[in-house]
């Protein structure tokens, strides 16, 4: 069994920072792309930042210079480091893993259970 835990969640002034962090544990044969995404009350869930396996990174237009996505795979976690935030950017920030898991070596998505993000006007 593969779980995600976040941490790092809370609450800020507009123009402040927060890091967010996702530990990955659990039996599996490796991990592959990860992924931070974000529920606001009322909209969908949204990919805020990925990062490939490889280190290839996406994010999304809205966050673009102001987050930073960053894996560390010896300490199996994944981070997220908000800076310049804004009220728009309050949500349930998720994280999100593919993992190769066995016996079969099939890659599956698994999901962390959220944190809350506010940020205050």
């Known amino acids: 069994q593969v779980q995600l835990v976040e941490s790092g969640g809370g609450l800020v002034q507009a123009g402040g920072s927060l890091r967010l962090s996702c530990g990955v544990s659990g039996v599996y044969f490796s991990i592959n792309g990860m992924g931070w995404y974000r529920q606001a009350p009322g909209k969908q869930r949204e990919l805020v930042a990925e990062?490939?396996?490889?280190?290839?990174?996406n994010y999304a237009d809205s966050v673009k210079g102001r987050f930073t996505i960053a894996r560390d795979d010896a300490k199996k976690t994944m981070y997220l480091q908000m800076n310049s935030l804004k009220p728009e950017d309050t949500a349930v920030y998720y994280c999100?893993?593919?993992?190769?898991?066995?016996?079969?070596?099939?890659?599956?998505?698994?999901w962390g259970q959220g944190t809350q993000v506010t940020v205050s006007s």
């Open positions: 990062v490939t396996r490889g280190g290839r990174i």
């Open positions: 999100n893993a593919a993992v190769t898991v066995p016996p079969l070596g099939i890659s599956t998505g698994y």
